[in-house]
């Protein structure tokens, strides 16, 4: 297939470009590099450098020149606390820029839309854990209402111009290449400090002295869902994830522990829109797809921690 990837330099589309063409598929990849790398992308792909938002004439031009079959979107404004201070911005990127793609998508033949969306902000601050896709989701950052707006505009899309869709909930998305930069990366931040001998924040709860729970998925098991669905899953959402919770301060102690680099942390009180707990289930990702995590949380956060292995870590 000839796919188009979205955000393709980026930490978790940069793995997803690795995985299509080690299968055979013909790749370009587009992205404006703000938080992307040229280094992560594969030398067999083909590079755009342009923006969803602000390049739309360049954009469309690519599109149909290239006839893609596939469009994969993982750009993104992704951090919760710069959506609750710029909502604008966070809506012009997410949502605009989407709609640019979408637009150029049905004018010129794109067969299928893959939609990288957020398990984490839409689960929302609901009782029910592990949360499934049909749970209503409390949307309490811009960011989740972008999100979830999309979500059901590729619904419109589909019903009133035939684009396929698959929407992607992911978890809390983790491992090599990925980015220390907000709430976003909290594994890279705590790496990144480690090699520092610097402490690392962590939000916590009065009752959850350990910081809230999230639902860590390693890059990999998440690049080999975007393979399966390129040709299942029409039109329909799936949650990916491992449906365990685990809290901030566990993964810091795993990566201290596997470092063997004790650095003291500092505990804070949450931040705006911050959740407390975030567990996903994904048992239709399995009946559906026959997709589940292999990767243990040890086990992906050890290969993560080999990653960055040939820089210089300081203890102190």
């Known amino acids: 297939m000839k796919i188009l990837v979205v955000g393709g330099a980026g930490f978790i589309g940069s793995h997803v470009v690795d995985l299509y063409i080690d299968n055979g598929h013909e790749v370009h990849v587009v992205d404006d590099l703000s938080t992307g790398k ?104 811009p960011y989740a209402i972008s999100k979830y707006t999309l979500e059901k505009y590729l619904d419109f899309y589909y019903q009133h111009h035939g684009l396929n869709y698959t929407v992607l909930r992911y978890a809390n998305v983790y491992g090599p290449r990925q980015v220390p930069d907000g709430e976003c990366g909290v594994v890279s931040i705590f790496l990144e400090n480690f090699m520092q001998g610097k402490p690392s924040k962590i939000y916590t709860f009065p009752h959850m002295p350990s910081g809230a729970t999230r639902d860590y998925i390693f890059v990999k098991e998440v690049a080999r869902v975007n393979l399966l669905v390129l040709d299942d899953g029409d039109n329909q959402v799936f949650n990916i994830g491992t449906g365990v919770e685990t809290s901030t301060e566990s993964v810091y102690q795993i990566l201290q522990d596997g470092l063997k680099c004790y650095v003291p942390c500092i505990k804070e009180p949450k931040r705006k829109g911050d959740l407390e ?31 960055v292995l040939e820089r210089k870590i300081e203890c102190k």
Request: net charge negative; with cysteine; hydrophobic share 40%.
């Open 38 to 141: 040229k280094g992560n992308i594969h030398p067999r792909a083909k590079f755009h450098h342009l923006d969803i938002y602000n390049d739309q004439e360049a954009l469309t031009h690519l599109i149909q020149s290239e006839k893609f079959e596939i469009i994969n979107h993982h750009a993104a404004q992704k951090s919760v606390p710069a959506s609750m201070e710029n909502p604008i911005i966070d809506a012009q990127i997410n949502i605009m820029g989407t709609l640019n793609l979408l637009e150029s998508a049905v004018e010129h033949g794109v067969k299928k839309f893959i939609f990288a969306s957020s398990g984490g902000t839409l689960a929302g601050d609901i009782s029910k854990i592990p949360t499934s896709e049909v749970d209503t989701p409390v949307l309490v950052s």
């Open 277 to 307: 707990r975030v567990s996903l289930n994904c048992d239709q990702a399995f009946k559906q797809l026959g997709w589940r995590y292999q990767t243990s949380l040890q086990q992906g956060l050890m290969e993560t921690i080999y990653s």
